[in-house]
């Protein structure tokens, strides 16, 4: 689904993307660790296009990110090319990023109508549903601003998922969450990946959440990703010494 | 702790003797005196001539120049608003030719005065005294003669408006600014286009923060409208100019411009309000009240229910 080839980005002269080489099938569910700086939330913008790569290949579900290739020439697309590319992959941010100026449903239900061209009833029945199964069936006509943190991060899940996104994107989902709302939006997001079995690449310090979803763990640092296994693997018995001084600084 | 948890005993109200504040009782009083001597001054002195102010306070030449000036303030403050988005998103522009044109415009048009601009579009004809639209150095299509198409109307709307875009592209752009990053970025990743972004999810955002400048410019706007009687324009206060000219009732005359002056402002004030409430939803957890619900909910207080 998702395919990275010795990926580089700069931004001026800070090289925050060293080579970065990476497979993700459908139906996985990859966790990225690693400590701020070491360019996680770097790479997933890249595979969003919502940064543009400097050297290297990134290519979602075939199809190169950003460009065309014909022969060995590259060619930019067009801004209408790279709005579709986009409208395939989900991404959920940080800060939930909701309109604020629409409320819940209609947060979820904008994307649909102008991008996808559904019929606004179709788009509100869809839209109704999706917030059903995040829980908050009962908040579909509250503004972002009356609803906790965790509410808004499952009504910007439900946003994502109303594309039908072929792969969603998560930046640190629950670092910006009281303690005692990250429950909620993990619950939302395991039941994502076992039961939907969605293809997922998550940017999270939550361990326990990435042992009980993930198939893969990676951790990053400097720009490379430096190891990679499964969550058993990874925790129980990681090889590298940045790693091992990594978790036991978080855990 | 091990004793029984004890029935709380809710103590007596507080009834403290209030601070004297015997400045307030000076200040009040001074008011008070000030307002009475302006009150029997405005009352008592014949020159005001009341009787007069009334009089041409509905007289059809001062409602037309009335209708005049809401014309003019409404015209130019949508040719404003228009020109002002226009640059604002042009300011914004990765392309530097585009947004430099929009910095110079700004720079022309903010840097000399609106009474300038207004009195060269009034004589445009000796600029300009032929219009003509074609293909530079090539053929013309259309010709007009400039007095036909620039009446001191147009000159006035246009002079104004064109002023209006410069101070609105800035009002304009800073309410863009102020729009989080991550909005955009959250309207992109749902492949939301470029324009669809800026119309669906930025400038109905940055309203919040344009509205209350722009209730201000339309304020301003009303009054500056009075400046187009130097182009001979008949406006609130080029009418009433042309009546005292005649009759010599200057004072009254302008007393009449100005309570139309103040009652217009006022109800532009109003609908400031109702504005501001309207695109700061969202924002808040509850919109704030309406001077009538507040009204009512002082009345229901008192009265207990």
């Given at each position: 689904?998702?395919?990275?080839?010795?990926?580089?980005?700069?931004?001026?002269?800070?090289?925050?993307?060293?080579?970065?080489?990476?497979?993700?099938?459908?139906?996985?569910?990859?966790?990225?660790?690693?400590?701020?700086?070491?360019?996680?939330?770097?790479?997933?913008?890249?595979?969003?296009?919502?940064?543009?790569?400097?050297?290297?290949?990134?290519?979602?579900?075939?199809?190169?990110?950003?460009?065309?290739?014909?022969?060995?020439?590259?060619?930019?697309?067009?801004?209408?090319?790279?709005?579709?590319?986009?409208?395939?992959?989900?991404?959920?941010?940080?800060?939930?990023?909701?309109?604020?100026?629409?409320?819940?449903?209609?947060?979820?239900?904008?994307?649909?109508?102008?991008?996808?061209?559904?019929?606004?009833?179709?788009?509100?029945?869809?839209?109704?549903?999706?917030?059903?199964?995040?829980?908050?069936?009962?908040?579909?006509?509250?503004?972002?601003?009356?609803?906790?943190?965790?509410?808004?991060?499952?009504?910007?899940?439900?946003?994502?998922?109303?594309?039908?996104?072929?792969?969603?994107?998560?930046?640190?989902?629950?670092?910006?969450?009281?303690?005692?709302?990250?429950?909620?939006?993990?619950?939302?997001?395991?039941?994502?990946?076992?039961?939907?079995?969605?293809?997922?690449?998550?940017?999270?310090?939550?361990?326990?959440?990435?042992?009980?979803?993930?198939?893969?763990?990676?951790?990053?640092?400097?720009?490379?990703?430096?190891?990679?296994?499964?969550?058993?693997?990874?925790?129980?018995?990681?090889?590298?010494?940045?790693?091992?001084?990594?978790?036991?600084?978080?855990? | 702790?091990?004793?029984?948890?004890?029935?709380?005993?809710?103590?007596?109200?507080?009834?403290?003797?209030?601070?004297?504040?015997?400045?307030?009782?000076?200040?009040?009083?001074?008011?008070?005196?000030?307002?009475?001597?302006?009150?029997?001054?405005?009352?008592?002195?014949?020159?005001?001539?009341?009787?007069?102010?009334?009089?041409?306070?509905?007289?059809?030449?001062?409602?037309?120049?009335?209708?005049?000036?809401?014309?003019?303030?409404?015209?130019?403050?949508?040719?404003?608003?228009?020109?002002?988005?226009?640059?604002?998103?042009?300011?914004?522009?990765?392309?530097?030719?585009?947004?430099?044109?929009?910095?110079?415009?700004?720079?022309?048009?903010?840097?000399?005065?609106?009474?300038?601009?207004?009195?060269?579009?009034?004589?445009?004809?000796?600029?300009?005294?032929?219009?003509?639209?074609?293909?530079?150095?090539?053929?013309?299509?259309?010709?007009?003669t400039a007095n036909s198409v620039i009446s001191p109307f147009v000159a006035g709307m246009l002079a104004l408006g064109l002023n209006e875009g410069a101070y609105m592209a800035e009002i304009v752009r800073a309410g863009i600014i102020s729009v989080e990053e991550g909005q955009t970025e959250a309207a992109q990743s749902l492949?939301?286009?470029?324009?669809?972004?800026?119309?669906?999810?930025?400038?109905?955002?940055?309203?919040?923060?344009?509205?209350?400048?722009?209730?201000?410019?339309?304020?301003?706007?009303?009054?500056?409208?009075?400046?187009?009687?130097?182009?001979?324009?008949?406006?609130?206060?080029?009418?009433?100019?042309?009546?005292?000219?005649?009759?010599?009732?200057?004072?009254?005359?302008?007393?009449?411009?100005?309570?139309?002056?103040?009652?217009?402002?006022?109800?532009?004030?109003?609908?400031?309000?109702?504005?501001?409430?309207?695109?700061?939803?969202?924002?808040?957890?509850?919109?704030?009240?309406?001077?009538?619900?507040?009204?009512?909910?002082?009345?229901?207080?008192?009265?207990?229910?």
């Amino acid at each position: 689904m998702v395919k990275a080839e010795s990926v580089h980005k700069r931004f001026g002269r800070l090289e925050v993307l060293k080579g970065v080489s990476l497979e993700v099938q459908p139906g996985e569910v990859v966790c990225m660790i690693g400590a701020s700086g070491s360019g996680k939330s770097t790479f997933l913008r890249c595979i969003n296009h919502l940064e543009r790569i400097d050297a290297g290949r990134l290519w979602v579900d075939g199809r190169l990110v950003g460009y065309r290739q014909s022969g060995d020439k590259l060619h930019e697309l067009r801004d209408a090319e790279v709005c579709r590319e986009r409208s395939e992959i989900g991404m959920v941010f940080q800060r939930f990023n909701l309109f604020g100026h629409m409320t819940a449903l209609e947060n979820v239900i904008e994307a649909p109508i102008r991008v996808r061209k559904l019929r606004k009833r179709d788009a509100v029945g869809q839209g109704k549903s999706l917030l059903e199964q995040v829980g908050l069936t009962d908040k579909i006509d509250n503004y972002p601003a009356q609803l906790s943190g965790g509410q808004q991060q499952r009504v910007a899940i439900a946003r994502a998922l109303a594309m039908k996104p072929k792969l969603m994107l998560f930046d640190e989902p629950t670092s910006a969450l009281d303690p005692e709302l990250v429950g909620e939006v993990l619950e939302v997001m395991k039941g994502l990946a076992l039961d939907f079995r969605t293809t997922m690449i998550v940017v999270t310090h939550e361990m326990g959440f990435a042992r009980e979803a993930a198939d893969r763990v990676l951790m990053m640092d400097d720009g490379r990703i430096i190891e990679e296994g499964t969550p058993e693997h990874f925790f129980e018995a990681p090889r590298e010494e940045r790693t091992k001084q990594f978790l036991s600084a978080i855990l | 702790m091990a004793s029984e948890p004890a029935e709380p005993v809710r103590p007596d109200e507080i009834k403290a003797i209030p601070v004297r504040r015997p400045g307030r009782w000076v200040a009040a009083a001074l008011i008070l005196y000030l307002s009475a001597a302006l009150g029997k001054s405005v009352a008592t002195n014949p020159r005001f001539e009341w009787g007069i102010i009334g009089h041409y306070f509905t007289s059809s030449r001062v409602l037309q120049g009335l209708v005049t000036t809401l014309e003019l303030t409404a015209l130019c403050m949508a040719i404003g608003i228009v020109i002002g988005i226009l640059l604002a998103v042009m300011r914004l522009s990765p392309n530097p030719l585009v947004s430099a044109t929009s910095w110079l415009y700004i720079w022309f048009f903010r840097g000399t005065p609106v009474l300038v601009q207004i009195l060269f579009w009034g004589y445009i004809s000796a600029l300009y005294p032929r219009l003509s639209l074609g293909i530079p150095f090539g053929p013309q299509f259309v010709h007009f003669t400039a007095n036909s198409v620039i009446s001191p109307f147009v000159a006035g709307m246009l002079a104004l408006g064109l002023n209006e875009g410069a101070y609105m592209a800035e009002i304009v752009r800073a309410g863009i600014i102020s729009v989080e990053e991550g909005q955009t970025e959250a309207a992109q990743s749902l492949g939301m286009t470029r324009l669809q972004t800026m119309r669906r999810i930025v400038l109905p955002q940055a309203m919040r923060v344009i509205v209350p400048p722009t209730g201000n410019e339309t304020i301003s706007m009303l009054k500056t409208t009075s400046l187009v009687s130097v182009i001979a324009v008949t406006d609130l206060l080029y009418s009433v100019e042309l009546i005292y000219a005649v009759n010599y009732r200057t004072i009254p005359l302008l007393i009449v411009a100005s309570i139309w002056y103040l009652i217009v402002t006022t109800l532009l004030s109003f609908g400031q309000y109702y504005l501001e409430r309207y695109f700061g939803r969202g924002t808040a957890r509850e919109l704030p009240q309406t001077p009538l619900q507040r009204l009512l909910r002082t009345l229901s207080i008192r009265h207990g229910v």
